[in-house]
């Protein structure tokens, strides 16, 4: 799912909002996530999984062109763990 497609089904499911209030929304609902994400903070979204980051160690890699090594510097790097409901529901057989 694409997030327009996001957008469209939230404005489908709840006929009291327009569809520029449900991009609003899920804008707000992103935007959060990727604010505390920078601060460091970690979030959980209960049945869902939870959002957090991880610093990857800097290294030495490896151009693929000419084989060349190259230094990658440490970068932070966005982690997510499924929650156990959906994890659940995913490993349920039909």
Known sequence: M?????YAKIAAENRHLMHEQAVAVVDTIFE????ALERGNRVEIRGFGAFSCRQRE??????PKNGASVD???KVIPWFKL????RDRLNTPD
Not at 2 to 6: C, G
Not at 32 to 35: E, F, G, P, R, Y
Not at 83 to 86: A, E, H, L, N, R
Request: charged share 25%.
């Open 72 to 74: 990658v510097a440490p």
């Open 83 to 86: 929650g156990k409901v959906i």
């Open 2 to 6: 694409i997030r327009s497609e996001l």
């Open 58 to 63: 800097g290294r030495i890699g490896r151009n």
């Open 32 to 35: 959060t996530i990727t604010a």
